[in-house]
């Protein structure tokens, strides 16, 4: 049992280091932390800016929709989220609504290894009986999904190529665009 405490909070402590490293907590940012935990260690960690966190944990079900304004977040976080997340293409296209212009989504996820399906039964397979892992993404997957709204600035995958470490930025939509793509909520229905 300590070997298994002791794995998962060193997973969650590279992937909130992989994620720092990315972001300036200056006290005019804002993140929102998506899947941030029942403990909000994440944004408990960050001091000076504005921060808001969403999880099942807490009572907030991520699903389609975020029930967050539009430009609102200059970041926006998923760490070892999005895999769990029953519609992620959907969730992408609210990160981009909610994300400030220029704006940065920051994304860990594992990366689909015979090693890893190995750790998780040796170390997590109760933790995944309650949040499954739904999805899998490499850098060409969530690449083409998230492609409608961001660019991706940053890939990196970390501790022995099990986790992976995507930084993306809001794609500028100027206006002649968004006379095409309608309504923003048009598109989750």
Known sequence: MK??????????????????????????????????????????????????????????????????DNNSFDYV????????????NEILKECSRVLKSGGFLIITTPKDTIFLHTIEKMFFSENLKIYPNLHFFDKESLGIIS???????????????????FVFQKTPIDEKDKLQIGNPMELLH
């Open 147 to 165: 492609s409608e709204c961001f660019s991706l600035e940053k890939y990196k995958t970390f501790e022995f190529g099990l986790n992976q470490l």
């Open 77 to 88: 976080i998923m760490l070892a989220t999005i895999e769990h997340l029953e519609y992620p």
């Open 3 to 68: 070997l298994k405490l002791l794995m998962w909070n060193y997973l969650a402590s590279k992937r909130m280091e992989m994620a720092k490293n990315h972001i300036d907590s200056n006290i005019h940012k804002s993140l929102l932390d998506i899947g941030c935990g029942k403990d909000m260690s994440f944004i408990k960690s960050l001091n000076g800016m504005e921060k808001i966190g969403l999880d099942l944990q807490n009572g907030s079900k991520v699903v389609k929709r975020l029930n967050l």
